[in-house]
T-cell receptor, first 114, second 111 residues
Framework: DAGVIQSPRHEVTEMGQEVTLRCKPI?????LFWYRQTMMRGLELLIY????????DSGMPEDRFSAKMPNASFSTLKIQPSEPRDSAVYFC????????????FGQGTRLTVV | KQEVTQIPAALSVPEGENLVLNCSFT??????LQWFRQDPGKGLTSLLL?????REQTSGRLNASLDKSSGRSTLYIAASQPGDSATYLC??????????FGGGTRVLVKP
């Protein structure tokens, strides 16, 4: 299996622009998570899905952030409009739903908003 | 609210020495605890998962223990090598399928 695949790996955009991050989970995994990592705050859970349904989006910082999972093999995290404080590494992770299963992470998307 | 703490934030040891990494959590009602490794500019790699009913889990030179009642886990890495240099993070899963992460311990193994 290729693991969790994220794209793009790096994104540099200007403030105010729309940014879309993409994630393909591991086949067979039915839980998907979006995390953000910064030096100041560490790893923060933004939102997660079970069986393509958003379960908890309490970590989404503002209405500028939105996430979708139209099918079991694809998810997007969108920021519109982007701001410099959104600069971070965004990770997607997936796992089989259940209490004793490992979570697997993608390589992340490093977002820089200038 | 679950809080996960890892102390120290950074650790430097000579090659060959055993590594001891600590993780503590405030709410003992967890399903499992997972240890990850993160190399600079990379994603997280899962090392070990300990179920709440287990006391320890081993993989090669790695051994992780869990004391749920006291809210602590320890990751031991035997005979450290320079290739073990990385940041190690622990994460606990409680109700709701959420993983809550500690801040990580940055490890440097000097040749």
């Amino acid at each position: 299996d290729a693991g969790v695949i994220q794209s793009p790996r790096h994104e540099v955009t200007e403030m105010g622009q729309e940014v879309t991050l993409r994630c393909k989970p591991i086949s067979g995994h039915n839980s998907l998570f979006w995390y953000r990592q910064t030096m100041m705050r560490g790893l923060e859970l933004l939102i997660y899905f079970n069986n393509n349904v958003p379960i908890d989006d309490s970590g989404m910082p503002e209405d500028r952030f939105s996430a979708k999972m139209p099918n079991a093999s694809f998810s997007t995290l969108k920021i519109q409009p982007s701001e410099p404080r959104d600069s971070a590494v965004y990770f997607c992770a997936s796992r089989r739903q259940g209490a004793y299963t490992e979570a697997f992470f993608g390589q992340g998307t490093r977002l820089t908003v200038v | 609210k679950q809080e996960v703490t890892q102390i120290p934030a950074a650790l430097s040891v000579p090659e060959g020495e055993n590594l001891v990494l600590n993780c503590s959590f405030t709410d003992s009602a967890i399903y499992n605890l997972q240890w990850f490794r993160q190399d600079p500019g990379k994603g997280l790699t899962s090392l070990l998962l300990i179920q709440s009913s287990q006391r320890e889990q081993t993989s090669g030179r790695l051994n992780a223990s869990l004391d749920k009642s006291s809210g602590r886990s320890t990751l031991y890495i035997a005979a450290s090598q320079p290739g073990d240099s990385a940041t190690y993070l622990c994460a606990v899963e409680a109700a709701g399928n959420k993983l809550t992460f500690g801040g990580g311990t940055r490890v440097l193994v000097k040749p």
